[in-house]
Each structure stands twice: as structure tokens, then as C-alpha cells.
């Protein structure tokens, strides 16, 4: 069975520190990684996948298989990042999603 | 842009009371999905759909069932609704192995 563990259920951090949020993971295939994030009243939406090895508002995530691992990183907290955020992983040609419990990010002015 | 609408953002019903949450999708995505969003559960999967009039059951089937009779429109039915289901319902859609886009969500309060 797939599953993703998010240990932090809120990390609070000062403006301008950096931010890693953890996501562990088990599969045994290949599996497909995202970290989506939600922002206060607004929709969960896509910040990135690992196949797409980009950073999207400062924010990177690498996938480690060997410790089965997808932490999401920025080098400097901005206020506007505070959000909930969740890991995510995929598998199966139907694009089943298993979702993590979520990480309540807080960045203190 | 993609755009996956749910019929209502709060919603209150009664226990016993049969539940009819919507949602519609405009980009022809293939897959449909249900989810319930609980504080320290996370994104829950109920059913999803990958198909016209297909469905599979997700992770947290028990005292839900959906139905797909057109392409852009999945509809998660609570057949008497319970206490234990008020929760933040969230539907999606996919194509491929795309990214999924979520809905605005539908506040669920069962009394």
C-alpha cells in the first residue's frame, strides 16, 4: 500500500528564515511526487511535481528514493507563503492520489 | 484555465437526510474525484472516476456512493447522512497522469 507521512502538522518559522517541510513516503513502484498547498480561502492547487524539477515561488523539492523522501525547501520565508501544504504521490494508470495529513506552514513577520 | 465548479460552498442537512453534492468540470478531464478534508487527516480519497459510468472506490467508501452519467459532471451521494460525516467535501478532475485540479470545496454540516 502507498502512503505519505507529513511529521509537522505546523512549523512556524520567522520572515526571511529558511523552510523545510517534511514528506516521507512508501511505495514499492515508481512513484509520481507533488506537494500541493492551499492558501487561506482559496482552492488546493498544484505548487510542484518532482518529474518537473522546477522551483515555483522559491520553493524546490528533490525526490530522494533511497530515503524515500520529498521535503520542500525555500531559503527565505515570505509571509505570503504561509498556507497549508500537502504531500502527495501517484501510482496506477487512473492516477490514484494518496495525500499526506498536511503541514500548516506559519511565517512570522 | 481549468475550472472545476461544486454546486455549493455550505451546505446543512439533517441526519437521515440524503445528500446530493455536485460538481462539474469544463477542460473533458477523464478522471473525477471525491475527497473529504479533515484537520490532522488530511485529503481523504472517497470514490473516483475514470470513466463515463465508471467508478472505483477510494479509500473511505463506507456510507457514500457517486455517480457519472456525463463526462463532466460526478456527483458524491450520501444515502442517510450522519453526524460523522460533516467535513469539507473536495472534488477534482484529471487527464492523463496530469495534475489534478481541485474544486472551491463544499462545507458539509450534518445536524
Known amino acids: 500500500a502507498q502512503r505519505v507521512t507529513q511529521p509537522e502538522k505546523l512549523l512556524s518559522v520567522f520572515k526571511g528564515a529558511p523552510v523545510e517541510l517534511k514528506c516521507n513516503y512508501s511505495y514499492s513502484g515508481s512513484p509520481e511526487l507533488f506537494w500541493y498547498v492551499q492558501y487561506s480561502r482559496q482552492r488546493l492547487q498544484l505548487l510542484l511535481r518532482?518529474?518537473s524539477r522546477e522551483s515555483i515561488k522559491g520553493f524546490t523539492a528533490d525526490l530522494n528514493k533511497g530515503e524515500t523522501s520529498f521535503h520542500l525547501k525555500k531559503p527565505f520565508a515570505q509571509e505570503e507563503d504561509s498556507a497549508m501544504y500537502y504531500c502527495?504521490?501517484?501510482?496506477?494508470?487512473?492516477?490514484?492520489?494518496?495525500f499526506g495529513t498536511g503541514t500548516k506552514l506559519q511565517v512570522i513577520p | 484555465d481549468v475550472k472545476v465548479t461544486q454546486s455549493s460552498r455550505y451546505l446543512v442537512k439533517r441526519t437521515g437526510e440524503k445528500v446530493f453534492l455536485e460538481c462539474v468540470q469544463d477542460m473533458d478531464h477523464e478522471n473525477m474525484f471525491w475527497y473529504r478534508q479533515d484537520p490532522g487527516l488530511g485529503l481523504r480519497l472517497i470514490y473516483f472516476s475514470y470513466d463515463v459510468k465508471m467508478k472505483e472506490k477510494g479509500d473511505i467508501p463506507e456510507g457514500y456512493s457517486v455517480s457519472r452519467e456525463k463526462k463532466e459532471r460526478f456527483s458524491l451521494i450520501l444515502e442517510s447522512a450522519s453526524t460523522n460525516q460533516t467535513s469539507m467535501y473536495l472534488c477534482?478532475?484529471?487527464?492523463?497522469?496530469?495534475?489534478?485540479?481541485f474544486g472551491d470545496g463544499t462545507r458539509l454540516s450534518i445536524l
Open positions: 477534482a478532475s484529471s487527464a492523463g497522469v496530469q495534475p489534478q485540479h
Open positions: 518532482h518529474i
Open positions: 502527495a504521490l501517484t501510482s496506477g494508470g487512473y492516477q490514484k492520489v494518496t
